[in-house]
């Protein structure tokens, strides 16, 4: 079994930036590919960036590419994502998931964050 635990979230105004950070335990780190997904209010969820288990590949969802940034330390067992020139259609609950390989289905995460909100006021 995995725990992940993000932090990070919080008020900021458009054009402001973010770091969310995931925290990893109960099982070995490096061997989950790392994603995060984002929900507002009224819509479903969504895919936001993924990152394998080296680090080594990353993915974005085209609506945040150039502006957010996915990365991983598999010694501190932590994945971030650092989120600059925030918009206020940014605005959701950010969760990070782990799966065995990387990829955009939300279906396939086997374990879940319990979320972190994230407001960009305009």
């Known amino acids: 079994q995995a725990q992940l635990v993000e932090s990070g979230g919080g008020l900021v105004q458009a054009g402001g930036s973010l770091r969310l950070s995931c925290a990893a335990s109960?099982?070995?780190?490096?061997?989950?590919?790392m994603g995060w997904f984002r929900q507002a209010p009224g819509k479903e969820r969504e895919f936001v960036a993924a990152i394998n288990r080296s680090g080594r590949s990353t993915d974005y969802t085209d609506s945040v590419k150039g502006r957010f940034t996915i990365s991983r330390d598999n010694a501190k067992n932590t994945v971030y994502l650092q989120m600059n020139s925030l918009k206020p259609e940014d605005t959701a609950v950010y969760y990070c998931?782990?799966?065995?390989?990387?990829?955009?289905?939300?279906?396939?995460?086997?374990?879940w964050g319990q979320g972190t909100q994230v407001t960009v006021s305009s």
């Open positions: 109960g099982r070995i780190f490096s061997s989950y590919a």
């Open positions: 998931a782990a799966r065995r390989f990387v990829g955009r289905s939300a279906a396939e995460y086997e374990y």
